[in-house]
């Protein structure tokens, strides 16, 4: 599950991969459960995108809300890239970040360190965001994300 490019909000850049279970047609609506994968339950949000070809998802399709079932399989190494806690997504929000920022993707690059400020204070974010500071070299570097 995963929200379109552009969307806001403290989880817009969270992916979750798990299974749908429990199906049940209620006249024109679906009611289902989803189940996190107890190991991978977070995907790496750029890793999906810049496989987003190999997963069916169509250019388009990334900027638009809709619900869609694709045919095939997740491929192994991208679901590597999971963690079982959103909690853990810190060091991979702070290396996208860096990333983003040495890219000059600004962006997304803004809508990383939001999502950096969303995670609570904690030892990981505190380390995470350490090296982000560390890893920045861009002259203009001056946002805290501690």
């Not at 991978?40 to 810049?50: C, G, K, N």
């Not at 399989?73 to 860096?98: F, H, K, M, N, S």
Request: overall charge neutral; some cysteine; charged content about 30%.
């Amino acid at each position: 599950m995963m929200y379109e490019v552009g969307a806001g909000g403290p989880h817009a850049r969270v992916v979750r991969h798990g299974r749908i279970r429990n199906i049940v047609r209620r006249g024109h609506e679906l009611a289902f459960t989803f189940e996190p994968d107890p190991e991978h339950a977070f995907l790496d949000r750029s890793a999906v995108l810049r496989i987003a070809d190999r997963l069916g998802i169509q250019q388009f399709e990334q900027h638009r809300t809709h619900w869609e079932i694709k045919d095939g399989d997740i491929p192994a190494e991208l679901i590597a890239t999971g963690t079982a806690e959103r909690a853990q997504r810190v060091a991979v929000v702070a290396a996208e970040y860096v990333e983003a920022r040495r890219e000059g993707r600004r962006r997304e690059a803004a809508e990383l360190a939001e999502e950096l400020e969303d995670f609570p204070p904690s030892l990981e974010k505190a380390l995470s965001c350490r090296r982000v500071s560390f890893s920045s070299r861009h002259p203009n570097y001056t946002r805290s994300l501690g």
